[in-house]
């Protein structure tokens, strides 16, 4: 069992960028804390961080076939993008879309989703702890 962490724009910017949002955690603590989890429960995880959506749409068209599940921060491309929805679709393996923050506590524009549609859920505004949540169910679901 193989699975892929996704982290769209500006999250590689966490621990620097608006603390009183996001908090103190960086990318390299949540991808630590992936990593330890994944061992625990005897997966292979994998991750992955652009800025670029089309890098985003390429990354997972090429997990077709290598990977079991996906866990996706589309960060800022999630109220946007078409795209990255139509590319989950085509891979059709189970995902599950995380958010660091309560999308639904702040401005309208961020309340609306493309991509959890096409997921199995979405777990936001629990930080560090929506990745590890994720990664839990996605062993499971996987069996
Ligand atoms: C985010 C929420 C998005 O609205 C925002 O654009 C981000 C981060 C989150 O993890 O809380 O970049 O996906």
Sequence with gaps: MKILVINGPNINM???????????????????????LAKELKTDIEFFQSNYEGEIVDKIQQSLG????????????????????????????????????NVYAREEFRHSSFTAGVCVGQITGFGIDGYLFALRKLVKILG
């Design 14 to 36: 966490l621990g620097v960028r608006e603390p009183e949002i996001y908090g103190n955690i960086t990318l390299a603590d949540i991808e630590k804390e992936l990593g330890s």
């Design 66 to 101: 290598k990977i079991s599940g996906i866990i996706i921060n589309p960060a800022a491309y999630t109220h946007t993008s078409i795209a990255i929805r139509d590319a989950l679709s085509a891979v059709a393996a189970p995902s599950i879309e995380v958010h660091i923050s």
